[in-house]
């Protein structure tokens, strides 16, 4: 299975750059629960996936200095999947760019997410990593 990083995801409530661990929860529990009431598919083919969660990149300048915040969903082992069992975990080039338009469309459908940034996907298959 393959996985995506969203970066720079820009919102106010669950959906602020968190300050903690409750703040982290709440926004991972509010982007699964985004994604998850989206239903998004491509064709005929269902967004399966193990897991959604929240993460914040946070850098400094160089020099040092106070650095920037932003929050980023990972959505962990994520397949196109057209009949139970038969999971597509490389999709084509042409599914993928309509799998981010729908992720992105879903989260900018959510009056607190403003807007979010790059959408990359790392495309393996299971099997060759996993024993």
Do not use: K
């Not at 999947?81 to 042409?94: I, M, N, Q």
């Not at 989260?107 to 298959?125: D, K, P, R």
């Amino acid at each position: 299975m393959s996985d995506i990083f969203i970066s720079d995801i820009v919102g106010e409530g669950v959906f602020a750059i968190p300050d903690g661990n409750l703040d982290m929860t709440d926004a991972a529990n509010g982007l699964f629960n985004l994604i998850e009431d989206a239903a998004i598919s491509v064709g005929l083919y269902e967004f399966v996936y193990i897991g959604i969660y929240a993460w914040v990149r946070d850098g400094s300048p160089a020099g040092g200095g106070e650095g920037t915040r932003s929050l980023c969903m990972f959505v962990d082992a994520f397949g196109l999947d057209p009949d139970p069992g038969a999971v597509e975990e490389c999709p084509s080039a042409a599914q993928m760019d309509g799998l981010f338009a729908a992720i992105r469309a879903a989260m900018e459908a959510n009056i607190n997410i403003t807007s979010i940034g790059t959408q990359q996907a790392t495309l393996y298959f299971s099997g060759h990593y996993a024993e």
